[in-house]
């Protein structure tokens, strides 16, 4: 629990300082206000994915004890290299578009690979919680038959 506690604490403060980088970059270049760049994205991405989600996470793994599993284990790590990949490449190409240059499909190409991370972590985080709820629903049910036996 206290490596998703921490994860979400450093993602709170990445998001954070995000935020403000996308502010004084785009001043500092005179970025015309308005204009559309990745970088405005970067901190909602950090906060909600990094930040809220492992935040529901940790309640999560706090009643059903998830933490444990090699399932979550491997969430876990695969999530955060998506978050990291996805935001990192948000961060490179709104850079370039606050500067004028191109981007290229390297950039895209990297930023799916953390979109796809991202969702296989969650589809493993989905099987490890429906391994818990399962499990905890069977042994609910059998302490009720064995209470209502007596």
Do not use: C
């Amino acid at each position: 629990m206290k490596k998703i506690f921490n994860a979400a604490f450093t993602y709170m403060i990445i998001g954070v300082l995000s935020g403000l980088f996308y502010r004084e970059f785009t001043k500092a270049n005179d970025f015309p206000s308005g204009e559309f760049t990745q970088l405005g994205l970067v901190h909602t991405h950090l906060l909600t994915l990094g930040f809220i989600v492992l935040l529901i996470v940790l309640a999560l793994d706090k009643v059903f004890g998830l933490s444990g599993t090699k399932l979550f284990s491997w969430f876990f790590w695969l999530y955060n290299v998506g978050v990291i990949l996805t935001a990192s490449m948000m961060v490179w190409h709104g850079s370039l578009t606050v500067l004028g240059e191109e981007s290229n499909a390297m950039i895209a190409g990297i930023a799916g690979l953390g979109h796809i991370a991202l969702s296989v972590s969650l589809v493993l985080f989905f099987l490890a919680l429906r391994k818990k709820v399962v499990a905890d629903k069977a042994e609910t049910g059998a302490a009720e038959a064995t209470s209502l036996s007596r």
